[in-house]
């Protein structure tokens, strides 16, 4: 016999009830499931799914992950700093072709492009994420 909680989305097996119980782990909204449900609905979630009961057992549609304005500034930092990493080693081998006089015409129009982005990237204010238009890698 299993119990499912809407409250953790968790599922308990009936020979664990007592030690729940016992450290205050225990949901007070439990509902009895079938072995089926159990089977079906334990491991691995469809993409953007939560686990229900409502009568039976369903999926149902993740609320969107809210973000804090911190955790925003963070990303488009991190991305930021992924976009410099690839500007400045794809601007490396060119800039040497170009210091060593073996550039070709293709290499010093590639580098010019690079340089722009690297300028715009370092132009981004990560402070306005998301609201942020990144611009196009010439890659």
């Known amino acids: 016999m299993y119990f499912f909680s809407n409250q953790d989305g968790g599922f308990y097996p009936e020979d664990t009830l007592k030690y729940c119980k016992s450290i205050g782990a225990l949901p007070d909204d439990l ?3 079938s072995a089926d449900e159990y089977d079906e609905f334990t491991g691995a979630n469809p993409d953007g799914k939560l686990p229900r009961y409502n009568k039976k057992m369903l999926w ?7 973000y804090t304005r911190e955790q925003l500034i963070m990303q488009a930092q991190q991305k930021k700093t992924a976009f410099m990493v690839t500007a400045n080693q ?10 060593l006089g073996i550039a070709t015409e293709r290499e010093v129009a590639c580098l010019q492009l690079w340089k722009k982005y690297r300028v715009e990237l370092n132009r981004i204010d990560t402070s306005l994420a998301p609201d942020i238009d990144w611009p196009t890698s010439p890659a």
């Open 60 to 66: 149902v549609d993740a609320p969107p992950i809210q």
């Open 31 to 33: 509902v009895e499931v």
């Open 90 to 99: 794809s601007i490396a081998p060119l800039q040497d072709a170009i210091d």
